[in-house]
């Protein structure tokens, strides 16, 4: 299986002239090809400068990170661009959807920027929206939709090109319970039925029992990882919860 992401050594140090905060010492993280990876921790622990890192927004001090095959941390702006295009899909708590756009021609926008033939377009479209259940809102705009229906498309445009990998950054958090369940298991099943290589940070057990494995961060380092393996999601939960409570805190004291 081929490994979509490796960083090595990988260390962030924000500040200067004496006065400096280390956000991740020396990290290593591998992830194979098709796997659904989330990151969790205490407030503080890295999780979002790790994804930063892996999302090519910011640079790590030292250390390398390859994705897909790509040394990122050695690429110019320029290149970055169109890595994120074309590698990349990203997932955000706050949607980011154009609100000129209606749900179709949202959901369209990256195949459009990479040029895709018209034919592909409308059909990967049709069927990313039937995974996500939103054929009756295509013609609809953003202003019109619900939050999860809002988040389910911000979910379909992320993965609709079929990026090397998902970058998913708290999915969950403006949510109700319903929603949340329906987008994460629309996630599971595109998952499941094409190996998208997703890596999610969430502050959220329920989230993180629909992941694969978990890496748990605490200042700046691996802390430890839990594999799901053929355990159930609900058992998978509760040993979450109890991976947290070892992190210093309860489930809603993670963020």
Do not use: W
């Not at 897909?68 to 899909?89: I, P, T, W």
């Not at 000129?100 to 949202?106: C, F, I, P, R, S």
């Not at 939103?134 to 202003?143: G, I, T």
């Not at 993180?208 to 691996?222: L, P, T, W």
């Amino acid at each position: 299986m081929n490994t979509i992401v490796e960083a090595k050594r990988v260390k962030k140090v924000y500040g200067a002239k004496g006065q400096t905060y280390t956000a991740l010492r020396e990290f290593d993280l591998t992830v194979a090809q098709g796997e659904f990876v989330g990151i969790m921790g205490p407030s503080g622990a890295g999780k979002t400068t790790l994804l930063q890192l892996l999302a090519t927004i910011d640079r790590p001090t030292s250390g390398h990170i390859v994705i897909d095959g790509v040394d990122v941390s050695a690429m110019k702006e320029a290149q970055l661009s169109d890595f994120r295009r074309d590698k990349l899909g990203f997932l955000f708590q706050d949607y980011h959807l154009l609100d000129m756009l209606t749900v179709k021609e949202n959901i369209m926008l990256p195949l459009a920027l990479a040029r895709r033939q018209a034919d592909e377009l409308e059909r990967r479209v049709d069927q990313i929206a039937d995974t996500f259940g939103l054929r009756p809102f295509l013609n609809h705009y953003p202003a019109q939709l619900s939050g999860g229906q809002k988040q389910r498309t911000a979910a379909a445009r992320a993965i609709v090109a079929r990026p090397s990998l998902v970058l998913a950054d708290e999915p969950t958090g403006a949510l109700d319970s319903k929603s949340a369940t329906d987008l994460l298991e629309s996630l599971k099943e595109l998952h499941e039925a094409e190996r998208t290589t997703i890596v999610m940070v969430t502050h959220d057990a329920f989230a993180a029992s629909y992941c694969e494995r978990i890496v748990f961060i605490k200042d700046g380092e691996a802390f430890a990882e839990l594999v799901k393996g053929r355990m159930a999601r609900q058992p998978f939960f509760r040993k979450v919860l109890d991976m947290l409570s070892v992190l210093g805190g309860g489930a809603g004291d993670i963020v």
